[in-house]
């Protein structure tokens, strides 16, 4: 992919154009400054960018993890309820 796509038809008379009115604008001692923090910003977002790409690359590598399937819990009787139960029996069989 080409960075300067956005100005693939200026030539070399145009950048040199837009070199001098840049030094106009801002003079030859702020320019290498400027210059300078232009080129940090472009570093900076070419860092990001290929963070979010690895990002996105190593999501999509990543096998989706399935929960684990946990065996329902098994109802002790009380004891109590046992009890009821024989009560009744008894109380049927009577």
């Not at 040199?16 to 400054?33: D, M, S, Y």
């Not at 590598?61 to 399935?66: F, G, I, T, V, Y």
């Not at 309820?81 to 008894?90: I, L, M, R």
């Amino acid at each position: 992919m080409n960075p300067f796509a956005f100005i693939q038809n200026i030539n070399g008379p145009e950048i040199l154009l837009i070199f001098l009115i840049v030094l106009l604008l801002f003079g030859a001692k702020r320019l290498p400054e400027l210059f300078k923090s232009f080129g940090k910003s472009i570093r900076e977002f070419k860092k990001a960018t290929s963070e979010i790409e690895e990002d996105i690359r190593t999501a999509m590598d990543e096998e989706p993890s399935k929960p684990e399937v946990k065996a329902a819990p098994r109802q002790v009787e009380s004891a109590s309820a046992g009890e009821e139960a024989d009560k009744t029996e008894k109380v049927e069989k009577a």
